[in-house]
Structures are given as C-alpha cells and as structure tokens.
C-alpha cells in the first residue's frame, strides 16, 4: 500500500515539479530585466512570474509568452538576457521615455516572437540586423525613437511580417533591396505598412522595391532626403491606399501609371524637385491630393480634377497652373478646401451657386484674378489677397482682400448631460463629470482624408469607435474625451486623447494602462477608414497619486466541496505536495537569485566568502568608482571599445588605475562575469596587466586595471610612444606570448560541472575561429586561430578594421595573386622593410597555417612554439633567451602591446583570451 502512495505521489508531483523548473527558467531571465529597470510593478516579487501573475506578464503552460508594460513607467536598459524567453510571443515596452541604450542582438534569439512594440521610447543606436531572424514576427513597431545608422536589410528576411513602422528616428542611407543572397525590403511581399517618416533616409527610392507581387495598403516616406525620380514599379502595387512622398528631394517627372493606383485615396508629392506635366489622375479614388512647391510645367486647370467626385482636399500652391477654374469644379459634392496660391490663373472666379456643402476655404492668394462676384448667401472663407481684383478695390472694404484661413478648431468632447465636476489638482472632470486621473496621450493621424476640423461628426465617430472597441474588449473604461484638434507642421491631423477609468475607481492601476497603451502600440484599434494611419504617443500617468487603487475587482472565492470518502487523503496529498513545492520553489529561487547576483556573499573588503574565488583582487563599490573617476568625467576618459568607455582612476593609496565601464549592450549575466574575474584574477605575469579589482552592483558591470600609460600595440609599432620594434623584437613578443599566455580559450572558458564550453562568448569576435560560428564550441585549435591573427597583426603592424577577419582575408588574397608565394612588400609592416628579413616568411607561412578554415589542419600550439624557436634560430636569435626580456625597450613594448583599454589591444579583457598556463612572476 505504502509503494503504491509513493507511486501516486510521485505521478501527481512530476507535472507540477516541470512547472516550477519551466517558470523559474524564465523568473531568472526576468530577474535580469529586475536588475537594470527601475520602476518594476509593486507585484514583481516572489520567483514565480505565473503563478504571481506578475503585472504585464502572461503565461501559457507556465512559459512566459507575452510582456506588456506600455506606459508603465519603467527606466533603465533592455537587457541582453531577453533573449531567454524562448516562449516570448509579445514584447511591449512602449510609451516609457525612460528606458533607453540600444536593443541587444540577443532579440534574434526569441524565435516565437511575433509582436515587437518598442514605440516612443528612448531607445537608441543601431537596430540589429539579428531581428532579422524572427520567423514569426508579424507588427514591428519601432517609431518615435533615436535609433540611428541604416535599415537592417535582414529585415527583408521577416516573410510573415505586416507591419513595419521605422517613422521618427534618425535612421539615414538608402532603402536596403536584395542583390542574390543578400535580402532586401523587397521581399516583404505580406507586409501591409512600409511607415519610414521623419527619418534622414536618401539616396533613390529603389525601383525594385516596389512589384505586382507587392500587397503594400500604406507607403509614408514623407519627411527624409530621397532623391532621383518617383519609380515607375509604384504603378504595379495596385493595393496602395496611402502614398506620401513629400518633403524630400524627388526630381523628374511623375510616372504616369501612378493613375492605376486606383485605391490611393491620400496622394502627397509636395514640396519636392518634380519636374515635367502634371500627372493625369483620372479614375483614381483621390480624397485629399497634395502636389505644391514642385516645378512642374506650367498649365492650365485641369479639367480632370473635376471628376474626382470624392476629393475634400486640393493643395497645389505653386504649381504653375493657369486660366481659369471651371465652375464645375466647385460642385465637387465632398469638397472643403482648396488652396491655390502663387500661381497664374486667371479671368474672373466664379463658384456658382451649386458649390459643395461642405466647401469651407478657397486659398487664391497671389494670382491673376481679375473680377470676383459673391452670389447670395456666399458664406466661404475666400482669400483674393495680392490678385489684381484687390489692387482695383484697394481702398474700399472687401474682405475677401485679406489673408484668410480656416480658423483653429476649439473643439473638446462635451458632458453627457451633466455639470463639469470641480477636480482638485492632478484630476480631470471626464465626460460624465466625474473627477479621476484619465490615461492621456496624442492620437496622430498620418494621413487623414479630410481637412475640415470644425466638423464635429469626425470628433464624435471617433470617440464612438473608440468606446465601442474598449467594450468590446472588456477595458476597464468609462469614457474617452477629444480635444485640441490641429495640423502641425508635418502636416499630421493631431488629437488629444484622455481615456478615463471605470466610475468606481480614481485612476488606472499599472495593468488597465499597460493594456491600453498595447491596443494602440499593437494597432490593434482601428479608427474609421477616413482617419487613416496613426500612431500614438503617451504622457507618462500619475500612478503616486493614489497608490493602492487595485485593477479589476477581484473575484469572490469559490467554495471547494470535498467528499467525505477521499477528504483525508486528499488533504494529506495536498499537503505533501505543498511542502514539495514550497520546498523546491525556495532551492531554485536561491538558485536563480545566486545565478543573477553570484556576489552575494562576497566581503567587498576581504577575500571572503564563497564567491568569487580571487587572487589579489577586491570589489569595489559603485560610490567609489564613482569618486575615483570624478563621476567618470570626460577629462579622466582614456579610451573607448565595443565593451564600453575607460576611465582613468586614482586610488585613495595614489595608485593609478583603468576603469574599464561595461556599456548596456555588452554586459553579461552575473555568472560569466564572476567566472570572468575569477580568471583575471589568477594571471599575474610581468607581461600581462593586472586586475586590481571589479564592480557589479547598480546595474554595472566595470573592472578596475592597473593603470598603463605607454599606448597601444598599434601605436608602438607605428613609433607614437617611441619605440620602434624591429623584426627581431617581434619574434621575441611572439615567442613570449605564445609561451606565457597560450591563450588557453577553450580550457578556461569551459564549465567544469556542466562537461561544455560556453557558447556565450565574449571579446573581440574578428580573433575568434570560424568553426565556432558553425559549432558554437571552442577547442584548442581555437587558440591556435586566435593567435594566428595576432602573429599576423605583428608583421602587418595593422590592427583588424573588423575584429581580425580582414588581415586574414587580405593576406590570402595576396597569396592568391601571386600564386607562389606572399607579396610580403605589399603586406609587411614598413618599420621592419630594409631590415633583414631571416624568417619573415617562415612566419607568415606559420601564421597562415594557425588561421586555415578547418580546426584539424593547423598546428597545435606545441608545433607553433616549436616552428617560432626554428625561425629565431634563422633570424640569429636564442629562442631559449628569457622571452620577457627585461630590457626598457621591449619591457615597454610589452605594455603598449597588452594594453587593456581599447579594441586595438591584443587581449580585450572581457572574458576571451586568458592564459591557461598561468606562470607566477
């Protein structure tokens, strides 16, 4: 009986123990976030994302599948240990101006990832080309930014992708297109948006961007610096709705097959270079159409404007148009502006007595109008100013002679039948008078079909959508309010939106917002089709002000009825397995906390504790740091590297030291950084500079150096520190490198208790072996690759433009075109030319051996030694001499080699090359 209960138990706790072990797999990844953000919802305790239902956090099958905390509050970096949530479907940090750095590569590690919503943030940098690799991504939103540098053309690689919203950021250089295997945004034939507004993109648009295999509703490049012509291939996306091109620099003519988009309803081509006739748009769907500031050729009024019976909207200030209007023209049924100034037209201007309804505003400033006579009831905003009508009437009162325009619209949603409530400071009186703190933020129409904003049946449907979509959904909301309607100068229609909380509560918790903020940040409400495209930007919510309002009712208990027969055992059993779990929750919590923060237990002044294991090396609080460096001024920076800034310190001893401040992007989880210093720790050899010491508290990571003053490999070899190496000099450095450090990757990197090389690698990548791209694991013949590229470095006296791999690449194809031998005066340093060169090509034969693509065929390192003592034996050297000679010269020469503090440094201490021979000095 007892085996069968032990049976039973063991069958009901497995399921339940993988749970524990699936969530607590993701809680470390979180913890991480934890560590970087401030700010982090109240609820975010425990080590049990889903089962705390942690703010913002959804799971499924106890995987953490979405993050959703738009406006939110949080600030603070996006940590590159994102890229654990295997399961992650949903990232949206947006609306939380706080959070900045760049987005880390490790985001192509989410290969579920679907919606990534990053909008009006702080983010900044480059986008990373490894977003490319998401299979599953479908709504990329990364507008209203500061990311910089070009578009990833990898991004061509998202063939599930619908939306792409890159608009109002920094980006600049061309439009990426595929060439072969190379992707480009051509191939993202299912995407829908292509928004790059507001950006400093140039070049030409890419004819080949565009194709009938293209299903693209929304096309908004306004507001960069595109050159050339407007491609042809745009007449083949016959899905287009929404075109904006203006802004820019386009010259040419426009393509007359533009006229088959016959979706298009919102064309703008203004304020560009375009040349040539005015393009005939007959059969298009036109609503609001805008060509000013062009050179085109001068022409009369079309009369084909006449036949776009749904435009409300035509702005063609100076545009060469001349004649006369035809009355016709006016009857236009949905028409509200027309603004035509600074051109040649002509005659006498007449409306008619049949002119649209909704006709508000006639802009005919600096023309050739002639004669104007209002019909009776004419009630339009006409503007003749600067025609020769008002030089004929000057003197006399005529209003149409001033400069006139549609009057600013005042509009705010109003009460429902109610008094507006008087709201203490903070609080807003919402529609049904009723004070609380609404969610607010600016709706932004891109390209809205209308242009008449005294309308207030566009306020109103708008609110009723919104309303309708928030019910829908089952929001907590109880009403929304408009107000402040404008044009700004991107020529977007700009609203403000307050949305208000449920009448029972003063404001929204974190969770009401967060899900607010995803229904526009995911674009998942959809205005009506007249408003066009949006985006919306968030004020950051008042959540101190009335801490402890709970979300969502909570729901009554649920009495638990259990039969008399099994009641005891039941309880025993729950019981049990809550003892189990509470026990197992704890281990792993401990776990993953040690595994986030491994220094603990580590006296910051003793070499006590557990953790780390170090030898003459202490840990250093961020407060002092901080003095050491004056706040880690620019005036004590000394150099700067893919893993972050230097700074000079001074100790309070008067010792000199190099602070070496791990960037955002760079930093690793706690555990490599701990095995890291434990490692530099251990290496104490007169050739190799010292760790004094490290800090990882705050969010940072930085490792304190003793200071060396002498400069870096490339500038000792190029004489800036007054050393100029000869040959021989080098075979020395090579001989002692080897000796001392044998690099040792693979050895040291390894984990002991898992039986594996880690395949988080850090350093510089361009010394790293290709095979480990393919395997992602490090042998001994990595070692023997890495130090081919220095021996390379040695005769070349280059350092590698991109990490190494190009002073490879150029040697072999040296070797390539002369087919017998190296062109060694091609490639060779010029300090060393003239010299003697006993060996020199012995060794450049050595080093090619280290750096051959397939590990098994290079030499192991113990033959690489041997082959150096051969060639210094050529060269007229003893190879069996003291290799860290102590001479001023080459003792100098060392330093300036091993330099720590920038890329140009043979060994960049960030975990990569470290010795697995460690000889004590």
């Known amino acids: 009986m007892g085996s069968r ?5 063991l069958l009901v706790s497995a399921p339940i123990l993988l749970v524990v072990a699936q969530t607590n797999q993701d809680f470390v990844a979180l913890k991480s976030l934890i560590d970087v953000w401030d700010n982090i919802p109240p609820n975010w305790v425990g080590s049990d994302p889903c089962g705390s239902r942690w703010v913002g956090i959804r799971c499924t099958n106890s995987r953490v599948t979405a993050i959703t905390l738009a406006s939110t509050g949080l600030t603070g970096t996006l940590s590159g240990d994102i890229g654990s949530l295997s399961e992650l479907q949903t990232l949206d940090l947006s609306y939380n101006k706080g959070l900045t750095g760049p987005i880390p590569a490790s985001i192509g590690n989410l290969k579920k990832l679907t919606n990534l919503l990053l909008v009006d943030s702080g983010f900044s940098g480059l986008i990373p080309a490894t977003i490319g690799s998401l299979p599953q991504l479908s709504i990329l939103s990364l507008n209203s930014n500061s990311f910089s540098g070009s578009i990833p053309r990898e991004l061509g690689n998202l063939s599930n992708l619908y939306w792409l919203d890159l608009a109002d950021n920094k980006l600049s250089g061309p439009i990426p297109v595929s060439n072969g295997t190379t992707p480009g945004l051509d191939m993202l034939t299912k995407t829908k948006h292509f928004h790059f507004g507001k950006n400093q993109l140039s070049g030409e648009i890419p004819s080949q961007l565009f194709s009938s295999n293209m299903t693209l509703l929304h096309v908004l490049f306004e507001n960069n610096s595109f050159s050339g012509s407007i491609p042809s291939t745009l007449g083949l996306v016959t899905s287009l709705e929404v075109l904006r091109l203006d802004r820019n620099s386009l010259t040419g003519s426009v393509p007359s097959n533009l006229s088959k988009l016959v979706h298009v309803s919102e064309l703008y081509l203004s304020n560009n270079q375009l040349t040539g006739s005015l393009p005939n748009l007959t059969g298009m769907s036109v609503i609001y159409l805008d060509m000013s500031n062009n050179t085109f050729d001068a022409s009369d009024f079309p009369p084909w404007f006449s036949t776009l019976q749904s435009l409300t909207t035509l702005i063609m200030e100076n545009t060469q148009l001349q004649g006369q209007i035809p009355v016709s023209f006016f009857a236009l049924p949905q028409l509200q502006t027309v603004v035509l100034k600074n051109n040649q037209l002509n005659g006498t201007l007449d409306v008619g007595s049949r002119y649209g309804s909704q006709l508000q505003l006639i802009d005919l400033e600096n023309n050739m109008i002639v004669d104007f006579k209002p019909r009776m009831g004419f009630k339009i905003n006409l503007t003749l100013a600067r025609n020769p009508f008002c030089q004929e009437t000057e003197g006399t009162t005529n209003t149409y002679c001033d400069i006139r325009k549609l009057p600013d619209s005042k509009y705010s949603t109003p009460e429902n039948n109610c008094n507006p409530a008087t709201c203490s400071a903070h609080k807003v009186s919402s529609p049904n008078c009723r004070c609380a703190y609404p969610y607010m933020g600016f709706i932004t129409f891109r390209a809205p079909s209308f242009s008449d904003l005294s309308n207030t049946t566009i306020y109103t449907s708008l609110a009723n959508f919104l309303m309708q979509f928030f019910q829908s959904h089952q929001l907590p909301v109880d009403s929304v309010s408009l107000s402040n309607p404008t044009r700004d100068t991107d020529n977007y229609f700009v609203l403000t939106l307050e949305v208000f909380p449920p009448s029972d509560q003063d404001g929204f918790d974190q969770t009401g917002v967060s899900e607010i903020g995803f229904v526009f940040s995911n674009q998942t409400f959809k205005p009506p089709h007249n408003f066009g495209p949006y985006t ?32 005891g055992c039941v309880l025993v059993l729950l019981a ?8 197992r929750q704890k281990r792993r919590a401990e776990i993953a906390d040690k595994q986030n923060n491994p220094f603990a237990s580590w006296d910051r002044n003793k070499n006590s504790g557990d953790v780390p294991q170090l030898t003459g090396a202490r840990s250093f609080s961020f407060e002092e740091l901080k003095k050491y460096t004056n706040n880690f001024s620019e005036t004590n920076d000394i150099g700067t590297g893919g893993y972050g800034k230097v700074y ?5 001893n008067g010792h000199l030291v190099a602070v070496k401040r791990a960037q955002r992007g760079s930093m690793q989880g706690g555990n490599e950084f701990k095995t890291e210093i434990e490692l530099l720790s251990r290496v104490h050899h007169k050739n190799v500079v010292s760790l004094v010491g490290f800090c990882f508290e705050q969010g940072e990571q930085m490792l304190v150096y003793e200071y060396i003053a002498n400069g870096t490999l490339k500038e000792s070899l190029s004489g800036k520190t007054g050393i100029k190496l000869d040959w021989m000099r080098r075979l020395r450095i090579a001989l002692g490198t080897a000796r001392v450090a044998d690099f040792g990757l693979s050895k040291l990197r390894g984990d002991l208790e898992k039986g594996h090389v880690t395949t988080q690698v850090k350093g510089t990548m361009g010394y790293m072996d290709p095979e480990y791209y393919m395997t992602q694991q490090l042998t001994e013949k990595s070692d023997v690759y890495s130090y081919g590229v220095v021996m390379l470095e040695l005769v070349t006296a280059r350092q590698p433009i991109d990490k190494g791999k190009y002073i490879v690449r150029e040697v072999r194809q040296r070797m390539d075109k002369t087919k017998v031998g190296y062109n060694l005066q091609e490639i060779i340093d010029p300090v ?6 006993g060996g020199l090509e012995k060794f450049v034969d050595l080093a090619m051996r280290c750096v051959v693509e397939e590990g098994n065929e290079r030499p192991t390192m113990g033959e690489v030694v041997k082959e150096i003592e051969s060639i210094m034996q050529i060269a007229g050297l003893n190879p069996n001499s003291d290799s860290a000679s102590t001479s001023a010269s080459y003792e100098g020469a060392i330093k300036g080699y091993d330099h720590p503090y ?6 960049v201490y960030s975990g990569q090359y470290l010795p697995s021979k460690v000889e004590p000095q």
């Open 536 to 567: 919306f930007l968030s004020l950051s919510y008042p959540f101190g002000y009335f801490e402890g309002i709970t979300g969502a009712k909570k729901s009554s208990s649920t009495a638990i009825i259990i039969g008399a027969a099994v009641g």
């Open 648 to 652: 000079r310190g001074v100790l309070p």
């Open 5 to 9: 209960i032990h049976v039973f138990l």
């Open 902 to 907: 920038s890329d140009d440094s043979l060994f």
């Open 832 to 837: 060393i030319l003239g010299i003697t060169l």
């Open 576 to 583: 049990l397995l809550a003892g189990i779990y509470a026990f």
